[in-house]
């Protein structure tokens, strides 16, 4: 009976040896981490599976440096929720850790993904060898997965809100959510979007063989339609900040909004320009004049014409004139100094189509303008008299 204590330690040491699972870890830089920050999880340069610091780490960065061509030994990881292992020599990914909500592989030799942990909600899998991706995790809001070889995308998770998928081999993109904010889908082969979310704020989709495009949503901020086959753009919401659309067969630009400050719209088919925003530099109104009808010159494809203007006011009455409120969501009141009462005498509003949706005459140099049954956007009001006009941009919101 005296042995009996020996004889439990015995026991108990063979349980904790047979329990430990002993793994071996090839790669020596990878060795090296593990030994600097768990090193009470190795023994004779192997990894102890069962150590709680490993069961119990959430972060795990095994990123730029490493040369990692086999990371198997995160499957032992039950509790991680972040995972970078980009930039290395990965050609596969082993079995997902349950709780992993975030995970960047970008920059390996990718050509598939294992099944996506169910509670992810961003993935970066940019630069690999890519041609398809599992079903996405319906929490995801963040895809980045540019720079593959995607013949095609999955369904897309109701909860994503960026989207970037450029420079792939897509011909066509699945419905968006309406959750989307940000799309990128550049440098690909699309011919057709799909409607596009009233959420969205960016869309760039430059470089494709797009030759139309759909109404945009209304809260629009940046547009990116360069280098594609478009012969027209549709109406542009008075949020946008960012235009470009260089390179197209355009023939007449739309009306453009005030706020625009980054831009470039050179390489179209378009001479002339319905009106300047306020950013617009020297240089290019100096290459697109204000378009006038009858103006074979500046404006052959009689973009003047199809937006009925008439001719601009010679010199500058806007500080005379007061048009408000500016924004409206319906009302527009319009006053004239009593020096222009005799000057102008009806006013016509028209659409980005060019369509005439208002028309009235000047009663005692004021007139109230009612648009409350037109679509929110920006509207091109023109005071007209005998041989002069004024013209002015309503926004309707």
Not at 52 to 67: H, K, M, Q, R, V
Not at 307 to 323: G, M, Q, S
């Amino acid at each position: 009976m005296k042995h009996l204590p020996f004889m439990m330690l015995l026991w108990c040491l063979s349980t904790l040896v047979v329990n430990a699972q002993y793994v071996s870890i090839p790669n020596a830089k990878v060795l090296g981490f593990f030994k600097t920050n768990y090193p009470a999880c190795m023994v004779n340069d192997k990894l102890d599976t069962t150590c709680p610091a490993i069961l119990n780490e959430t972060t795990l960065n095994l990123s730029f440096g490493y040369d990692i061509d086999d990371i198997a030994v995160v499957q032992y990881f039950k509790s991680l929720t972040f995972l970078n292992c980009s930039v290395n020599k990965l050609s596969s990914l082993p079995k997902l850790p349950a709780t992993l909500q975030t995970l960047y592989c970008h920059g390996n030799l990718l050509s598939e993904l294992p099944a996506l942990p169910d509670g992810l909600v961003y993935l970066d899998c940019n630069d690999n060898d890519l041609t398809s991706l599992p079903k996405l995790p319906s929490g995801l809001t963040t895809l980045y997965c540019y720079a593959n070889q995607l013949l095609s995308l999955p369904t897309l998770p109701n909860a994503l809100s960026m989207l970037q998928a450029s420079y792939n081999q897509l011909t066509e993109l699945p419905a968006l959510p309406s959750t989307l904010q940000f799309l990128y889908c550049g440098e690909n082969s699309i011919s057709v979007l799909p409607d596009l979310p009233q959420s969205l704020k960016v869309l760039s989709c430059d470089k494709n063989a797009l030759t139309n495009l759909q109404e945009l949503p209304k809260q629009l901020k940046t547009l990116d339609c360069s280098f594609n086959l478009l012969d027209h753009l549709p109406k542009l919401p008075g949020t946008l900040q960012g235009l470009f659309c260089s390179d197209n067969k355009i023939l007449c630009m739309p009306v453009l909004p005030a706020g625009i400050t980054d831009y470039a719209i050179e390489n179209n088919l378009f001479t002339c320009l319905p009106n300047y925003f306020n950013a617009m530099d020297a240089p290019t109104k100096a290459l697109f004049p204000l378009c006038k009808a009858n103006d074979p010159v500046n404006n052959p494809n009689a973009c003047y014409d199809s937006l009925r203007f008439a001719p601009v006011f010679e010199f500058d009455i806007l500080k005379n004139i007061t048009v408000y409120p500016n924004p409206s969501s319906a009302v527009f009141n319009i006053v004239l100094p009593e020096e222009l009462f005799e000057t102008f005498s009806t006013v016509e509003v028209y659409d980005a189509k060019g369509l005439l949706v208002y028309s009235a005459k000047m009663e005692a140099g004021s007139v109230e303008i009612d648009l409350g049954n037109e679509a929110d956007g920006l509207y091109f009001m023109i005071l007209k008299g005998h041989d002069k006009s004024f013209h002015y941009l309503l926004t309707k919101n």
